[in-house]
């Protein structure tokens, strides 16, 4: 089946400092979306990324698509306490008329005020 | 919306004992997943449906499991018969197929099982 691999699986870094998550598919991905799920909640949309290449902001993160549409990344600019929770990259997959989201196992992200 | 309703929030049970999850997607979306959590294996699909029909099983863990979508509000997962290791969160989600290609998925708040 389609593989989503993301790294780092725990990242703690101090308030202020830079974050960045990656996320690498098996297979080419028709588009992929990130979902952030704060501690005890559900995961939640982000963003989706559909176009090889394409980068994309909402205020602090920024998300990157890579060219051949196997790889992603999110990198937060200054973290915030508020940015704790973890991070999952999807991968959709689509063809013959059907539809996957693929989920990577996420990295938790850790914010030391 | 309500969004994506699960039921139970929590179910606690014994092991041997079935157990049904339930889950009722946002109305008029056409792709409908079932996922598990746990602190090893992160979020893993188990099943999802388009239209009410299973397209893809192939991440149910074994013939305990079954899951049914008997009409486009309505899902069941079921585990029987259940034991520790099935503990996990459970969570529901549903997505529309759309034009503008935002597939993204709504989840719902969980249904976190535990087996004793």
């Known amino acids: 089946g389609q593989q989503v691999m993301q790294i780092p699986q725990y990242q703690h870094v101090q308030e202020g400092e830079d974050f960045t998550t990656y996320c690498n598919s098996s297979t080419t991905l028709s588009n992929i979306q990130w979902y952030k799920q704060r501690p005890g909640g559900h995961p939640v949309f982000l963003i989706q990324?559909?176009?090889?290449?394409e980068v994309k902001k909402q205020k602090r993160l920024t998300f990157q698509f890579g060219e051949a549409k196997k790889n992603s990344s999110l990198h937060i600019t200054a973290t915030q306490t508020t940015d704790v929770g973890t991070y999952f990259c999807?991968?959709?997959?689509?063809?013959?008329?059907?539809?996957?989201?693929?989920f990577g196992k996420g990295t938790k992200l850790s914010v030391i005020p | 919306d309500a969004g994506v309703i699960q039921s139970p929030r929590h179910e606690v049970t014994e092991m041997g004992q079935e157990v049904t999850l339930r889950c009722k997607p946002i109305s008029g979306h056409d792709y409908l997943f079932w996922y598990r959590q746990t602190m090893m294996r992160g979020l893993e699909l188990l099943i999802y449906f388009n239209n009410n029909v299973p397209i893809d099983d192939s991440g149910m863990p074994e013939d305990r499991f079954s899951a049914k979508m008997p009409n486009a509000s309505f899902s069941t997962l079921k585990i029987q018969p259940s034991e520790p290791r099935d503990s996990a969160v459970y969570f529901c989600?549903?997505?529309?197929?759309?034009?503008?290609?935002?597939?993204?998925?709504?989840f719902g708040q969980g249904t976190r099982l535990t087996v004793v």
């Open positions: 999807a991968g959709g997959y689509s063809g013959a008329g059907s539809y996957q989201l693929t």
């Open positions: 990324l559909v176009k090889s290449g």
């Open positions: 989600a549903s997505s529309l197929y759309g034009a503008d290609l935002l597939w993204r998925a709504f």
